[in-house]
């Protein structure tokens, strides 16, 4: 990794990306970010490959992850709004694939914007979906897959009932108290009347001297 001064998201993944990872057999991690206009004509993206090619989007550890996500700054121009549901229903039409068990999905989303599209959010999570394929920062996300995409129009299962896991870190000084309503610790989160299969989200905050993780995350299937 070239030498650079770790900013809040480079300290956030650092810091939880170097547990997950040994989770992971390869240590290849797709990575996308959120939140941006693209080069070349401005075109606002909430799910593109960080190392700019949306064919293999794959990093090289979590190492590879930073240093894409560096060089991804140099050539995005940072764009809200910051909407968390376009990932999380990325990664759910890859874990939607597996059906017998041999994969788990671990989603990392570091941000330091508050959510914009809650609702939404909250639909991926607790009800069943309708999606077309595509792959398209204030924010930086990891999702630990490697299977195909389904079919135009493909059914998805509701991430709770999934394979899957949501890890959210946000970063700098903004309010993210609303987003701790996704984890469903207490009260498992609900949408249009119907609460998610069972809890997938952890949510945690950042402080830019150091990170903690106060609990084990866990997540029963």
Do not use: W
């Amino acid at each position: 990794m070239n030498p650079y001064q770790l900013n809040a998201y480079g300290m956030a993944l650092k810091a939880v990306g170097e547990i997950v990872q040994d989770y992971d057999s390869d240590k290849m991690f797709p990575a996308l970010g959120f939140g941006a206009k693209l080069p070349p004509d401005g075109r606002i993206s909430h799910e593109f490959a960080l190392n700019g090619n949306p064919q293999n989007p794959y990093c090289d550890g979590i190492e590879g992850v930073m240093e894409a996500y560096y060089r991804s700054l140099k050539s995005v121009q940072l764009y809200g709004p910051t909407n968390f549901a376009p990932v999380i229903n990325h990664v759910a039409r890859y874990a939607s694939s597996v059906k017998d068990g041999s994969q788990y999905f671990v989603l990392l989303i570091v941000t330091d914007g508050v959510i914009s599209d809650m609702a939404q959010t909250k639909e991926s999570i607790v009800n069943d979906l309708t999606l077309l394929p595509r792959l398209e920062c204030s924010g930086m996300i990891i999702a630990h897959c490697s299977l195909e995409l389904l079919g135009p129009g493909s059914g998805i299962s509701s991430a709770s009932k999934l394979p899957m896991s949501i890890i959210i870190v946000g970063v700098g000084p903004a309010e993210f108290d609303a987003m701790i309503e996704l984890d469903g610790d207490d009260v498992r989160v609900s949408s249009r009347g119907k609460y998610a299969e069972r809890d997938i989200v952890q949510v945690r905050n950042q402080t830019f001297s150091h990170f903690t993780i106060a609990r084990k995350y866990h997540c029963n299937l």
